[in-house]
């Protein structure tokens, strides 16, 4: 059918979307969200409308009018595509059937080439979040994540890499992690995510120091000189699936495939030996011992099968590491503690997980020996190496660092030990003090788990760009209880009463 | 956040969709597909663009202009809506967690007023899909379902209805059945689809008839004068729910909703009798009797909590019913069965079906009977006084229904009988000659299974309202036979010989 196109000054999420005329799409036996092909070229998912559509008339948001350059009133030819192999392997995936690497393939391929419409990848990341993912099925979509996308030309027989499965806020290791590595001698080139919802993401964190937005080449330059790079692994492409399930993925809380997410980056990084952290504990992702162990058996057994060396640390992952959230404040505590400032639960953090990486690339025989001389003696250099390779200042020192101007420091009510830091009420409180957006903006933690805290004693100081989301925050504070700190517990055995609802211990 | 809106000439299907700059949105904690509640007054999901609209403006579809009577450069007022118990509950239930009745007219309020989006509410079929709905799931649904639409309101202490789970074309049982029950004396107040993708839903084959979009209180008076009526349920929004469920379920092809969608319509018409129609065989919905058993011991088991006293009738649904397939033909040929001029499955259905509902409401012992006298004496009255109240001609003749002017007959090319005629080739076959838009196309089949068929007999007559649409059905036919005739089978047991790809028989 030929259509006049009428360009929508809209871009639809990187989606190709046409809208046609109710009719018309009726005519070709198509209903919304069926696919079409334009011009023989380019398959897009179409809307309908009676109204706002003429006959004959194709609205099209701005990617399919990019894509083949098109001119208002221009004619172009649709026809209607009737049966879709990848849909058919979604629905065998829903009734519970194991996916085939052919069909992950061919998923993946249309994932990336955006010939999926919203309610199939929905259907797709549900049921194989229900469904489960078979190990064969893990690395098929791993290999297929890895083709469809670019990979860092880099050429060194080892290659190493580390990966956290998140979860924990002020996580700061990898800025001081990858520095050790590649002071060791090993190369690392180190790609890493923005936040989308928790305060801050790796790639924030070393924004605050140096530019992390690099193109391919340049990259691979950075890693030639200095063994190896912090940067932005979303304007690389590396596995472009990856980025587009966690589209979906991440409105709809579901997870499915942390495995293939994480390892698909990896493998495109040509990555040999690589470190998985896996906080754990209350508040973590993963809470129980068993539960570590048997994502741990999983990425070691797939990594064998991918040709990649994998050993897992399952870290303690019941509060913040270090003292800091918020991008500036964690770049601010990372640059102190690589200065000699230390901040010791993350130097046990880092020097034990790149232990583990100097182990088994064999570096070492006692590994965290090694990290820690090399975080004392040469990783602030190479630190410095780096920031200037990817084109920031090398003489950044801690003051340097600006912090929102705004600020609330929370005292204690009481005298007593922390016996709870809460990894979610902090993360929601950054966020409502702006992060990961306003990078200025975070929280100081000056007590942590089993620390003594006398009356008055400092326990938080929050820091806002904005006047108004600092209030936002003291008001959402009223509901919380981030850090808790008791005395005498054994006398405290009643917490509350119904119905009168006052609160007789920890919010007096 | 104040923002002035900009109102977008489209619109989004129904939905409520608001555009944002991507940078309000953060600044708002926001992310794609999150929702808002704009001026404190209508909840709306967000897309962000971060080329298309400037900061602190807004681009709103049509739907949100409309309801809140927006003009350009209007200001709005938006928040952001932080959790969202439908979403919890949807989480929940993609966890294996059976809902309560509370938690599922939370989620159906949700989809009326269109507050989740369409990658929960895919999650959400999929999850119902994969999980299965418990009976208590099942009645929960059917009470939100009915509560958030219309009534008919119709005063009669018996109300009778019927109901196919579908699947077989061709089948026009409805046109039937109703002036057959009407003409008893009960009342029957018959609400129905049109086709999605099926060549014919009953109000499209209705519609050749009479008019079937009536208003509310038009039906009531209908049904009042006449006992019974033959609509489109679309209009009347009986469970608007339901309707926006098949608007994700559909594209997905998925089906999980089946029994809480009948019966949420029946409730809708405050039915007390329904006989529910399970077309079963090879090539209907339903393939083997024990299916067919455990469907309707629900459908009874329910109806009785919902106080519907229902009757299941299984029946061969291995073929389409009668001769023709398409709007226009199958209402002919109804009009014709209801003259005299039988088509004798068809008859045999129709007073199989609603003899079943004149025993269930004691009009006799002998159910079949009845209605088998009450089609050959009444049902023809009554049908042309329904057609007449609904507002279309009561003389109508067959003779008057015009059928598509292209035609093309297929002969068979053997002696011998019919061992197959295939439901899913003969839709798709009707399909592309333009069902159901092209009321007029559609298919004449002249052998039905265990039919004796000489060489050159007719098989079937396609007929057309266009030209390239019988060519393309011509075209489609290389690749199908509907209708399988076979003679001697001892003779040829091999049907294939591989490599050599040649058909050895079937095709010859």
């Not at 001698?185 to 305060?199: D, M, N, Q, V």
Request: contains cysteine; glycine residues 6%; proline residues 4%.
């Amino acid at each position: 059918m030929r259509l006049k196109v009428r360009p929508l000054d809209l871009d639809a999420a990187g989606k190709t979307i046409i809208i046609l005329n109710e009719l018309d799409a009726l005519e070709l036996g198509l209903h919304p969200l069926d696919r079409v092909c334009i011009n023989d070229e380019l398959t897009a998912i179409i809307n309908t409308s009676s109204k706002f559509v003429k006959r004959r008339e194709a609205i099209v948001y701005e990617e399919i009018r990019e894509i083949l350059d098109l001119k208002d009133n221009q004619e172009i030819d649709i026809k209607p595509i009737m049966t879709f192999k990848s849909k058919e392997h979604i629905r065998n995936k829903i009734d519970g059937r194991e996916l085939e690497e052919e069909e992950l393939k061919e998923i993946v391929g249309d994932v990336v080439e955006r010939n999926l419409n919203d309610l199939e990848l929905a259907a797709f990341i549900t049921a194989l979040y229900i469904r489960g993912l078979s190990k064969k099925e893990i690395e098929g979509l791993i290999k297929a994540m890895t083709e469809t996308g670019n990979r860092l030309d880099i050429k060194r027989d080892i290659i190493a890499d580390k990966h956290s499965i998140g979860g924990v806020p002020g996580d700061k290791t990898t800025m001081l992690l990858v520095p050790v590595i590649a002071s060791s001698g090993l190369t690392i080139p180190k790609t890493s995510s923005r936040a989308i919802t928790s305060p801050a993401g790796t790639a924030d964190r070393v924004e605050i120091l140096t530019n992390v937005e690099l193109e391919k080449e340049e990259i691979e330059k950075v890693v030639e000189k200095t063994n190896g790079c912090m940067v932005w692994g979303g304007a690389l492409d590396l596995a472009p699936a990856d980025d587009l399930f966690i589209q979906i993925e991440h409105p709809l809380h579901l997870d499915p495939m942390l495995m293939p997410s994480i390892l698909s980056k990896k493998k495109a990084v040509n990555a040999t030996h690589v470190v998985i952290d896996i906080p754990a504990g209350v508040g973590a992702k993963i809470q129980t011992f068993s539960e570590a162990k048997k994502l741990a058996d999983d990425f070691i057994s797939i990594g064998k099968d991918l040709d990649m060396i994998i050993e897992c640390g399952v870290t303690f992952g019941e509060q913040p590491i270090g003292h800091t959230i918020g991008p500036a404040l964690e770049a601010r505590e990372a640059l102190n503690t690589i200065m000699g400032n230390f901040s010791y639960d993350l130097v046990d953090k880092v020097t034990s997980l790149a232990g583990i990486l100097l182990e088994i690339t064999k570096k070492s025989d006692n590994g965290k020996d090694l990290a820690f001389k090399l975080l004392k003696n040469k990783s602030e250099d190479k630190l410095r190496e780096i920031i200037e390779e990817q084109g920031g200042d090398p003489k950044i020192t801690p003051g340097d660092i600006e912090i929102g101007g705004k600020t609330l420091t929370i005292h204690s009510k009481r005298h007593g030990k922390v016996i709870r830091v809460s990894n979610a009420q902090l993360a929601k409180l950054a966020n409502t003090l702006g992060c990961p957006k306003d990078k200025k903006a975070g929280i100081i933690i000056h007590k942590k788990l089993g620390e003594t805290v006398k009356e008055n004693d400092r326990l938080l100081t929050l820091y806002a760009e904005k006047n108004y989301k600092l209030e936002a925050a003291e008001k959402k504070l009223e509901d919380m209880e981030p850090i808790v700190v008791v005395d005498n517990l054994e006398k405290y055995m009643l917490t509350k009463k119904f119905p009168e609802e006052k609160v007789l211990f920890l919010r007096t």
